[in-house]
C-alpha cells in the first residue's frame, strides 16, 4: 500500500487504496461504498441507518440478480433476504428493517481497514459500535466535488464485478482468465463455449492509474458521454503483432488508460514505443494490479510471470525485441507531463 499510495497521497487515493487494496470476504465493502457515493451528493452530513439501508440493500440486490455468489462464507443470512427480495418473496420495506438489523454487523466497523490497519483518512465516523446513524466526513465531500468524483462510481462497480467473478472463478474451474474486447472496452472471461462480459476496461484500469492519462499524468475521465473520455491504449503498439512481439499484444498487461492528446492528438503516441523511462512504469502500473486480488491478478501472472523479477524480464525483453525490430526509431513521449502520480 505504501507503494500505491506514495510520498504524498490524495484523498483519492485512501479512497481507491480501500476498495482495490482492502481484504474482501463479502461483497457488503462495495455495497457501502457505492451508497456513500450515491447519499453524498444531497449534502447531509448525518445519515441514518435507515437512509443508508436503501441504496446498500438495492445495491446489493441488483448484484445478487448478476451473481449470486456475494460472499466466500457458505451461506449468509442476509443475503438469503436479500434473494428473497428479489424473488418476489418479502416487500421492499422488509428488505429494509433487515437490513438495519442485519446488513451492517461489520462492514461499517470495518470499512477503512486495509492491510490489517485503517486508513489516515475516513469518510465517515460513527459514534460507537451498533450506532443508529454515520457522519460523512468532510474529506468523503470534497473528493466527490474534485476531478476525480465522476470516475468513483463506475471503478467501485468495475472492481465489484472483478470480484463477484473471482468468486465465481473457484465455483466453475472453466473460468480461467480475464480478456479484453477493445472494440467495446469491455473485459470479459469464457465460461465453455460462451461469453461472459465482465466490466469496463476503463472502470477496471482507472484507480491503478489514480485516475491520470499514463502518459502525462493529466485528469481522465472514464464517463462514456464526456468530452475528454480516455482512450485504451497498448503500450507496446499492436503493429507488433505482426513480429509476435509483446504476446499476448491484447493482455491487460499491454494496456493502459490515455488521454487523446497524448494517444492519438498532434504529435500523439500512435504506433510508436514510447521512451525506456515509461517501461518502469507500465511495471508499477502491473504491480498494483497484482498487488490486488483475482482474477485480474491471476490473468497477469499467466501473461507475464510468476515473480516480481519474470515479469520485469518479460517487459524488458520486449521492449528489447521491439527496439530492434521495426520500432527500432522510436522514442515518443509527450510533449508535456504533470507531475507524477506513480
Known amino acids: 500500500m505504501s507503494e500505491f499510495w506514495g510520498d504524498a497521497p490524495s484523498i483519492e487515493d485512501y479512497w481507491r487504496g480501500i476498495i482495490l487494496f482492502g481484504k474482501n470476504v463479502a461483497s457488503y465493502k462495495f455495497a457501502l461504498a457505492q451508497s456513500l457515493l450515491e447519499l453524498a451528493p444531497g449534502g447531509k452530513s448525518i445519515i441514518t441507518l435507515e437512509e443508508l439501508a436503501e441504496p446498500f440493500a438495492r445495491n446489493l440486490c441488483e448484484h445478487l440478480s448478476l451473481v449470486p455468489k456475494q460472499t466466500t462464507s457458505p451461506s449468509s443470512k442476509y443475503l438469503r433476504t436479500c434473494q428473497d427480495f428479489n424473488a418476489g418473496i418479502i ?26 490497519a485503517e486508513t489516515p483518512v ?45 468468486w465465481e472463478l473457484k465455483v466453475s474451474r472453466n473460468l480461467i482468465s480475464i ?11 469464457q465460461s465453455r463455449a460462451r461469453r461472459v462480459n465482465i466490466t469496463s476496461c476503463r472502470g477496471a484500469l482507472n484507480g491503478y492509474q489514480k485516475g491520470k492519462c499514463f502518459y502525462c499524468f493529466g485528469d481522465i475521465s472514464i464517463i462514456s458521454s464526456a468530452t475528454d473520455l480516455t482512450d485504451v491504449d497498448h503500450f507496446f503498439p499492436r503493429v507488433l503483432i505482426n513480429d509476435n512481439i509483446a504476446h499476448p499484444i491484447d493482455g491487460i498487461w499491454n494496456l493502459v488508460l490515455a488521454c487523446v492528446s497524448c494517444n492519438r492528438g498532434v504529435g500523439g503516441k500512435f504506433d510508436r514505443l514510447p521512451q525506456l523511462r515509461f517501461l518502469e512504469r507500465l511495471n508499477t502500473r502491473n504491480e498494483f494490479l497484482i498487488g490486488s486480488h483475482h482474477p485480474l491478478r491471476e490473468t497477469l501472472i499467466q501473461q507475464t510471470g510468476n515473480s516480481e523479477a519474470k515479469r520485469r524480464s518479460f517487459l524488458e525483453r520486449n521492449y528489447n525485441a521491439a527496439k530492434t525490430g521495426r520500432l527500432i526509431n522510436s522514442n515518443w ?4 507531463e504533470y507531475p507524477p502520480a506513480f
Open 91 to 116: 416487500s421492499r420495506e422488509q428488505l429494509v428493517e433487515v437490513t438495519v438489523k442485519l446488513g451492517f454487523s461489520c462492514v461499517i466497523d470495518a470499512f477503512h481497514n486495509v492491510n490489517k
Open 179 to 189: 480478456g479484453c474486447d477493445l472494440d467495446e472496452s469491455l473485459l470479459f472471461t
Open 122 to 166: 475516513r469518510f465517515f465516523s460513527s459514534e460507537s459500535r451498533g450506532a443508529k446513524a454515520i457522519a460523512l466526513t468532510d474529506e468523503l465531500f470534497g473528493m466527490l466535488e474534485g476531478n476525480q468524483g465522476q470516475n468513483l462510481p463506475q471503478e467501485v462497480d468495475a472492481r465489484w464485478r472483478l470480484v463477484e467473478t473471482a
Open 333 to 336: 513521449q509527450p510533449a508535456f
